[in-house]
Structure formats: C-alpha cells, structure tokens
C-alpha cells in the first residue's frame, strides 16, 4: 500500500480544479462577472474580517500574488540553487534542491567544513545518507516537500484545508492562517499576508506520541518572481521555537522535467563536494 504525500492526490491541476479556483478562466460572462464581483469586493474591504468569511477568496488572492493559477499549474518542476547556515554545522554549505511538485524532492548539502548530505524522497520512500530513511525523517521530508509545493499545496486541498482564524506572526503581523492535516500525524499551518496574498510563514508538526509534536517553521522573504512565478529567495528555520538556520538562494530554473534518477536513492551515492548532481 503507498503511503505518504501522493494520498494527498497532488499530482497536477484537473480541468475541475481550475474552474473551483478561478471560475474566470473557465466559464462564460457570468462566471467571469462573479470572479470580479468577489475581487472588487476583496479590494474594497479593508482588514482581515471579510477575509475570515470566505476562504476561497484568501485563495484566490494567493494564486494571484504567487503568478496566477493558470502559471502556478505550469511550473511545477525546478532547481533551487544557494546557500544555508545551520545551528548544527560550524560553517556554511552550497544547497542544491532538485523538486518535483507534489512528492519529489532531493536536496544535496556539501558543508565548507568537508561534510556532505544527501536527502531523498520519492512518493512513497525516503532515504537519507544512502540508506532507507526511518519513519521520522521520512515524515520531516513530506514536510518539507508540502512546504515547497506551497501554494498549490494549499490550493489543490482547499477543501481539507481548516480556517484557523489570525496567527501572530514573528514579527509582530496579523496573518490568516491556514492549516492542512495529512499522512495522519503530519500538519501544516500556513500564515498569509492578508493584503498582499503572499505566504510569510509555515508551521510543520509532527506528532511523536504522548500528546508531543516535534514543530519546525520557516518565515519567508525575498520574494522575487522567476518567469512569471513568485519565489520567497529567503527562508529562515525554526526548530521547536529556536532559530537553526537559514537558507539564502541565488537562483531559481524552472524546467518541464527531470531525469527520474535525481530521486532515486539506491543510486547514485552520495555526492562528494563539487559534484552536485542536480547541476547536471
């Protein structure tokens, strides 16, 4: 039985999917007078409580920001190029990612100081330094890859998604906040800028038993748009409430595909600096 991000159904936009989330692209003159009608309305009312009633209308206030839907079901697959910090390492290291909306996700990290990582998953499996992963680190990837996939992760459940009303966010600012509950233990929480439809903040926890959860957050800035679609360039991390790192990217490409063997972790090894294979 596959288990793991794909039971989400996060594949690509269906012709029923884009005409739920923007209703002009799809139907006649009435349709597309609705939309309007729901967008003139978003921009004549001030404040965060018309935004409270009416969650598709946050939704489709994030589509736009981050490029539109139409743009947003296009680019779906890319490579992010940078640089990270980590509580856990004395130096920086060179981060490559190589992604795959909804469940792909590599990411290779060759530390100054001469260590390396090499973090994998593919649908339903996961492997970390060449080897299986276990059901954590497994679990902390689905994490990450939703939190990738942002904002079609959110976009494509908004019918799983939860309102959960105003979250205060670390720098002091009222954002709505969204939350997805998925592969049974794992949730995400999403803050949005009300006014601009951007995603400023997320939330991930993980339930490790007793009633305790493991939380790992990210604030995001530096927003830039990379061929018609929004990117955040910045995204500082949180670990149960503590700062442990901070990843900076110099470049994004977007591409139609990539070689399946990028996510596959029983081949190649691990990388040794330089030989980043995402670059190939």
Not at 9 to 34: D, F, H, K, N
Not at 149 to 175: A, E, F, V, Y
Request: aromatic residues 8%; proline residues 4%; contains cysteine.
């Amino acid at each position: 039985m596959e288990l793991g991000y794909r039971e989400l159904g996060i594949m690509q936009y269906s012709s029923s999917q884009l005409s739920t989330v923007a209703p002009s692209c799809r139907g006649g003159s009435q349709a597309r007078g609705r939309y309007l009608a729901r967008w003139l309305i978003l921009l004549l009312i001030p404040g965060t409580a018309a935004d409270a009633a009416d969650t598709g209308l946050l939704l489709d206030k994030v589509a736009m920001a981050y490029g539109g839907v139409e743009r947003l079901a296009e680019t779906t697959v890319w490579q992010q190029y940078g640089t990270t910090v980590s509580a856990m390492h004395p130096q920086p290291g060179e981060v490559r990612r190589a992604f795959r909306y909804p469940d792909r996700l590599r990411i290779e990290i060759n530390y100054e100081e001469g260590s390396s990582e090499l973090r994998i998953l593919s649908g339903a499996v996961a492997w970390n330094k060449g080897k299986q992963a276990a059901e954590g680190m497994y679990s902390a990837l689905l994490l990450q890859a939703a939190r990738l996939g942002l904002p079609n992760t959110l976009i494509d459940h908004r019918n799983r998604l939860r309102d959960t009303g105003i979250m205060t966010g670390r720098n002091g600012d009222s954002l709505r906040s969204l939350e997805l509950v998925f592969h049974g233990n794992l949730r995400l929480q999403v803050g949005i800028d009300p006014e601009t439809g951007r995603i400023l903040e997320s939330r991930s926890f993980m339930q490790t038993g007793q009633g305790h959860a493991m939380e790992f957050a990210a604030s995001y800035d530096d927003f830039r748009m990379v061929e018609g679609r929004l990117f955040a360039f910045r995204e500082t991390l949180y670990m149960m409430g503590k700062q442990s790192g901070q990843t900076l990217l110099e470049r994004i490409e977007l591409a139609e595909q990539l070689p399946e063997e990028l996510f596959d972790g029983t081949s190649p090894a691990r990388p040794g600096p330089g030989q980043h294979i995402a670059r190939q």
